[in-house]
Structures are given as C-alpha cells and as structure tokens.
C-alpha cells in the first residue's frame, strides 16, 4: 500500500483504499473488498479517484475505469503504451490526469480526448511517481530520479535536488494551509514556501528518510509515511 495505508478517499463518508490486492472500503468499521475486479487490469492498485459518477484507479497494467457494476482497463492512455500507471488525480475541472513509469504524463479530458506530455514539451521525466494539484491549480509531477515538474497550464518549471529539493526521488506531494509545497523524497521532506526551501531528514525530525507520505490534518499536525520508520507526526 501507499499514503498512510494506502492511496484513500472518500465518498459517501466511506473511506476507500487502495492495494496490492485490490480496492478495500470501511463500513462499520469492517473492511471488505469493494470490487471484485474482473477486467485485466491486475489487483495491483497504486492509486484512487473519484469523479461525478466512476472510480479510476492507477494499476501496474492500466488505467481502472468503473462505474456502477462496468469495469473497463484502459491501455491506450500514453505515447509508449506503458501500462504501469502509478498515480492518478482528478483537477479541479474533472479532467484526469495519470502519470506511468515510462510512458511519462497523460491529461484525459471529459470529452474523452487525450493530451500526452513529453520531455520535449517540458516535462523532467517518463518515470512518473506521483501528482497534485495546488490551491492555485498547478498540476505538479513528481518522479524518479529527476526531481519535481511544475505545470502552470502552459510551461514547465523543473525542480531539482540542486534547487533545494532533499531528493530527486520524489514519492508524495501535498499542501498545506498556508499555501506551502511539501515534497516527501527518499531522503526526508522539503517544505518550499514559494521562496525556500526547508528541509527535515533523519539529522532532524524524520526517523528514516525514505518518505512516501506527507499529510497535514485540521489540527495542522504533520504526518508522514517512512519505510522501516512506520508513522510519524509533527
């Protein structure tokens, strides 16, 4: 699983989650898989969103879409057909953008049109870990190996190690209430404020660096996901 226990969202006050062994809700307080999933698509979900009326789910052979009891796996999503999605995020428009290791970064748009993003277009790398979608609507991408894109609709701004990144393996985006960027890498957590960048590792607060989770909650406490380093707060 990835997040805290796995990719989550809710819908209908249920929470949903995904991993290796497919999509699992929570209903008084029992967890139960949700969908049997029957399409070829494997059970390996990394990630999940909602729209108005399917489910979409990043797997490691394609691109989930269901909606009530239909399943359908898309392969025809990037310029490679590299299946091996690994993230998944719905905009604030409802378009949905999949981000695969090798075919780089795809936007599916709601008349079901498609627009693939190359390095020759500005994009940092096809190896894509994973996307967000800040307050201000910038779509950022993470990868691995090749640090962090910044996407404004127009031009992509390349963020690297070199810039102040803690890690060009970036494994988790996520804003938090004042408008600041956090970066989760494989070696601790960049906070970047628009200006700076601050940095917490394991010389620091961070147990272990290898970060795939960083999440702000309502009471403004921190937590991030670390391999071998378990759950952690600050």
Known sequence: ASCLVGSEMCIRDSPYFSTSNGIYSV???????SNQLKSKCSKEINQIVFDKSKLWA??????LEIADSNQKCRTDLNRVHNNQFTAVLKDHEENIWI????????????????INYSKSKGLNSYLISCLFEDSKHNIWIGSNGQGVSKFDGKNFIQIRQKNGLANDFVNAITEDKLGNIWFGTSNGISKYGGDK??????????PNGVTYTV????????????????????
């Open 58 to 63: 990043a797997t490691q052979y394609g691109l």
């Open 27 to 33: 209903k008084n307080n029992k967890y139960f898989l």
């Open 197 to 206: 960048y601050i940095l917490y590792d394991k010389t620091s607060i961070i």
């Open 215 to 234: 999440l702000q909650t309502s009471d403004s406490t921190y937590w991030t996901g670390n391999i071998d380093g378990g759950l952690f707060c600050f």
């Open 99 to 114: 981000g695969s290791l090798g075919g780089g970064l795809t936007k599916l748009l709601n008349d079901g049109s498609l």
